[in-house]
């Protein structure tokens, strides 16, 4: 039985070099020579491609190199669940994750990579304010506790990153590098990942990118009216009016990838049938407030006329024709759906403009109308992105069963969206969310803020407080008026902390005690829980997997992923009990008969003595039961 350490690399998150080199080795096994890469024979087989000349075309800063080597590091930390924090622990496909997302990346690389089929973030932009994450070469996990106030003194300040400094383009960049770098590794190979970005540094970011993903992967740059009216209108005769962003959207798979490769017929499904067919059904009324209100496009078809915050999609022809053509049927709670027919839905394609129209998008204005409908107007949010825009690229984007990731995902809104757009269409998408427990520093923002959205010294915080209850409250307004529609809107919270597996940290002013400490192997102060979610990502397990739990000779097992993995956590195991323990796992894994190879793990210092642990392994083994490891 082998006990795992914290030095094997299999307690650590998987890093990319490995993969690198396997690629490069099935591709050219004649470049390597004892296990190693022999660079001159890999440039003879490159022959015209290697670029060798001293001056290259391409964006170079300072603390580059180190920013790819950030992205090549395994993280050393876990993610530990927080069940209480959840909606629908059980049941739900949806995560929420509290912590630094390079670290948390890096610890889903092994579980998602190649799974994500859209990755939308809006990062912060370069603005003079703080944003830098923590990003510490030495140990990025102990970093982000004492920067956060997890441990230490009460948490630190994140550095700033102001123009005065002289690195103002450098210390975003470096930032942003590494995160790009774990990132692509989660794309599907039809995947995209699309960033939200403004002026300061599209050109930048358009470089890394390409360093990243390929120049000829990009898909588009998409302009985003993101203001109906501008910010600074009182110096117009000064300057130009910024009235707009960018979304800058990249894909995986190399060639000549064009954008209808990647926006092409969505997998729908059609739930409802009638005498003509199967269809489905989709909201035909939208927003009539702020920036969208258009009294015109309320008027009286079929015999309905929207209330004062709805109004009509459609003109008034097309929606008289869609009634008498009897394609309009209406919800339980009274709203208009279409009805779209399965024979009648066959264009492959449609087009999609790089300049998004705002009626479909939504704007900054509107996007702060909707947060403050849902959480009221004291969440001390200045800024966010509408719904409706990370919608549009989620139904362009992505399938309707499809992975999306957001992480930065800031107050939720990719989890509203995500949500809303399943309960439109019927559709299984779930989502990964990940942001940093990040204090919103505005002024006097904490004066009017309310006391439920502030942490516990008075001041308001993306995720531990904001993000969640943003999410939890559109998850139910959504199930409110979509009563029929029985989709997930949970989701599961797990928050970045150090292994649960004990490092060797001497004391050496006392290494009697030290060694005294050591004889456990996991860290006193954590669950079983915590230790099974950790073991979860090192072996590659989704976090969402179905856990069953048996009791076995009195103890508790689990059974993860139908008896891909069991795990007894016990304390202790006598001699007495391990031939019926070894035999009720051998009886429960013959009635779950997995198609792979099942590992069984064990706390190591649960057992009696050597002979104990000998014996249960012996058993499984007899039982061809070969992958018995110990924490």
């Known amino acids: 039985m082998k006990k795992l350490t914290a030095e094997d690399m299999e307690t650590k998150s998987t890093g990319l070099v490995a993969g690198n080199i396997e690629c490069l080795k099935s591709i050219f096994p004649e470049a390597f020579t004892e296990g190693k890469i022999d660079f001159e024979v890999l440039k003879q087989l490159l022959g015209s491609s290697v670029d060798e000349r001293e001056e290259k075309y391409g964006l170079n800063w300072h603390g580059k190199r180190r920013a790819r080597q950030l992205a090549l590091t395994p993280s050393t930390g876990t993610l530990r669940p927080c069940p209480e924090e959840s909606v629908d622990w059980n049941m739900t496909q949806n995560l929420m994750i509290e912590g630094d997302n390079l670290e948390v990346l890096k610890l889903l690389r092994k579980s998602y990579a190649g799974e994500v089929k859209l990755i939308y973030i809006d990062p912060p932009y370069n603005t003079g304010k703080d944003f830098v994450y923590p990003d510490n070469f030495q140990d990025n996990v102990k970093n982000y ?57 599209l050109s930048n970011l358009l470089s890394a990118m390409n360093d990243v993903f390929g120049e000829e992967n990009q898909i588009a740059i ?17 300057r130009a009016q910024k009235v707009a962003e960018y979304v800058v959207a990249y894909g995986k798979k190399p060639g000549d990838q064009t954008l209808l490769n990647v926006i092409s017929a969505k997998e729908r499904s059609y739930p409802k ?15 009539n407030r702020g920036t969208f209100r258009r009294e015109t496009m309320r008027f009286e078809s079929g015999g309905y006329k929207p209330d004062d915050n709805y109004r009509w999609k459609a003109g008034k022809g097309v929606i008289d024709d869609l009634f008498a053509r009897k394609r309009i049927e209406f919800n339980e709670d009274g709203t208009p759906l279409e009805k779209k027919y399965e024979q009648e839905e066959t264009d492959p394609l449609y087009p999609v403009y790089t300049f998004m129209d705002p009626d479909l998008t939504g704007t900054a204005e509107s996007g702060k109308t909707e947060i403050n409908e849902l959480l009221g107007n004291q969440h001390g949010v200045d800024t966010v992105k509408p719904v409706e825009l990370i919608r549009y690229f989620v139904s362009t984007f992505a399938n309707s069963s499809d992975l999306i990731v957001d992480f930065f995902a800031g107050t939720g809104t990719t989890g509203h969206a995500v949500a809303e757009l399943n309960a439109e269409d019927g559709g299984s998408r779930r989502f990964i969310l990940v942001q940093l427990p990040q204090v919103l520093d505005a002024d006097n923002k904490d004066q009017r803020t309310s006391a439920l959205f502030c942490d ?24 409110d008026e979509n009563s029929m529609f029985a989709g997930d809107f949970g ?15 001497p004391d050496r002013g006392d290494i009697p005690k030290t060694l005294q400490e050591s004889v456990e192997h996991l860290k006193t102060d954590r669950s079983e829980a915590d230790i099974l979610f950790e073991l979860l990502l090192k072996l590659g397990l989704d976090l969402t997997v179905p856990v069953e739990e048996k009791k076995i000779a009195g103890k508790a097992v689990q059974s993860i992923g139908a008896g891909t993995l069991f795990v007894c956590l ?28 099942t590992s069984i793990v064990f706390r190591d210092s649960a057992f009696a003595d050597d002979v104990a642990k000998t014996n249960l392994t012996a058993i499984l083994q007899q039982h061809g039961l070969e992958n018995v490891r110990s924490l």
């Open 570 to 597: 016990s304390n202790k195991i006598s001699s007495k009990e391990v031939e019926p323990l070894a035999l009720g796992i051998v009886a429960w894994h013959k009635q779950l008969a997995p198609a792979g190879e």
């Open 456 to 479: 516990s010294i008075g001041k308001p915080r993306l995720f531990s407080e904001i993000t969640k209850e943003r999410v939890r409250r559109a998850a139910k307004k959504i199930k």
């Open 273 to 287: 049938q009638d005498e003509e067919g199967k269809y489905r059904t989709t909201t035909i009324l939208t927003s």
């Open 145 to 201: 506790l004492e920067l956060t106030g997890q441990v230490g003194e009460g948490g630190r300040k994140l550095s700033s990153n102001t123009e005065a400094s002289g690195r103002f383009h450098t210390d975003w960049l470096n930032m942003m590098y590494p995160r790009l770098q774990v990132a692509r590794n989660l794309l599907h190979q039809d995947g995209a990942i699309l960033v939200s970005i403004g002026d300061d540094e």
């Open 222 to 238: 998409f302009v985003w009216k993101s203001r109906a009216k501008p910010t600074n209108a009182g110096d117009a005769k000064y």
């Open 491 to 505: 989701f599961r919270v797990f928050k970045l902390d150090s292994s649960n597996i004990r490092a060797w940290e």
